[in-house]
């Protein structure tokens, strides 16, 4: 299993970003894809998942309205639109399959997204 995160960056308050996740080493269109996130000194936290089969998507609360999650899966690709950034979504965010839980135990390296004025 690789998993490979790209697209973070500095932005400021109110801006957005889009990251993508690039999978290999599975059937990627028969997995629940999700993103987790780990600010500093903070234990990692689920973020969102698009279910497998065009069966929707979920998103914890405090970027639900704000984020948005998308999966191509003839690319074995997931997305993470992020818009109206805010400090506290300052972390490393990484992709895994799996539904609020890690599917694989191993990691990509992540991609880190600061929000700072």
């Known amino acids: 299993v690789q998993l490979v995160e790209s697209g973070g960056g500095l932005v400021q308050p109110g801006g957005s970003l889009r990251l993508s996740c690039t999978a290999s080493g599975f059937t990627f269109s028969g997995k629940d894809m999700s993103w987790f996130r780990q600010a500093r000194g903070k234990a990692r936290e689920w973020v969102a998942t698009a279910f497998r089969f065009d069966l929707g998507a979920d998103y914890a609360p405090s970027v639900k309205g704000r984020f948005t999650i998308s999966r191509d899966n003839g690319q074995d690709t997931a997305f993470l639109q992020m818009d109206i950034l805010k400090p506290d979504d300052t972390a490393v965010y990484y992709c895994?399959?799996?539904?609020?839980?890690?599917?694989?135990?191993?990691w990509g390296q992540g991609t880190q997204v600061t929000v700072s004025s």
């Open positions: 895994n399959a799996g539904y609020k839980s890690a599917l694989f135990a191993s």
